[in-house]
């Protein structure tokens, strides 16, 4: 009997426990998590850390969205597990977790998570993750989400991690290293003192509140430092070709009425 993708995703959890030294793995469950009414989990719940790669780009089964406020339905996978987060964590509690781009400037229900985010959490940091860091299985740009529980958001630091010189994309066989984030691991400083020895830099920037509430919580702050960059992915290329289309359009019309104008006008001139 073939497995579900599930059942193969507890064999590879369990596999990897047993590598790393731990020989009867156990308390591991095969379970949604989503599937239990967000106000179900009480204090008793509640954690000091989350570390996540939440699945994105997928959808949740019918039913799944009512485990939440209205305020937060969507069927979105990644944006439930978010809200979830928040409910999880403790006060002064700590999260780090992959988006991709689609969050950071999506509206909508969006909008509404990342307001409350931002109200309710120290989003303190956004690492922008290089093209291809999940290629092959991926071409979904992606972020580091670094935030503390207990305390609104002041301001955000944003860091654009950049691919190692000589390398033009990652690939299954070259993925990313660890070694990689040494530059921003020097640049971190402490989070006890505000990240207080932060400074700005080709890669590193800073956007206020007020400037990401101007912006109604869009979250996709490019780096102020890098002139614009052309792009070949083909999604931006089609969303600028429609936007081009939809100005020649405009142009068009315009054109055809300010004719109309004058020929309208000498006509009733002769």
Not at 196 to 208: I, L, T
Not at 215 to 236: A, F, M, S, W
Request: proline share 6%; glycine share 6%.
């Amino acid at each position: 009997m073939a497995l579900k993708k599930s059942h193969y995703l507890i064999l590879l959890c369990t596999t990897n426990m047993i590598l790393h030294g731990i020989d009867v793995p156990s308390n591991i469950r095969h379970d949604n998590t989503l599937s239990r009414p967000l106000i179900s989990w009480e204090p008793k719940d509640r954690v000091d850390v989350v570390i996540t790669n939440p699945p994105f780009g997928g959808m949740e089964e019918d039913g799944i969205e009512t485990n939440f406020p209205a305020t937060f339905r969507t069927r979105e996978t990644a944006d439930l597990f978010l809200v979830l987060i928040m409910q999880l964590l403790k006060t002064g509690g700590r999260a780090a977790l992959v988006l991709p781009d689609g969050f950071l400037f999506g509206e909508g229900i969006k909008t509404r998570i990342k307001e409350k985010l931002l109200q309710d959490c120290n989003l303190h940091t956004i690492v922008r993750l290089p093209n291809s860091v999940f290629a092959p299985y991926t071409s979904i740009k992606t972020n580091l989400l670094f935030f503390t529980k207990g305390t609104p958001t002041q301001h955000i630091w944003f860091y654009e991690q950049p691919l190692p010189a000589g390398v033009k994309a990652y690939n299954k066989t070259k993925p990313m290293k660890v070694e990689e984030f040494e530059t921003l691991a020097n640049w971190w400083g402490s989070e006890s003192n505000g990240f207080s020895a932060r400074q700005e830099n080709e890669q590193a920037w800073k956007v206020s509140l007020a400037d990401i509430q101007a912006r109604n919580y869009n979250l996709d702050c490019k780096n102020p430092h890098v002139g614009e960059q052309i792009t070949h992915e083909p999604e931006v290329l089609l969303a600028q070709y429609h936007t081009m289309q939809q100005d020649i359009s405009s142009l068009r019309d315009q054109l055809k009425s300010i004719l109309g104008e004058a020929l309208a006008s000498s006509t009733q001139g002769n």
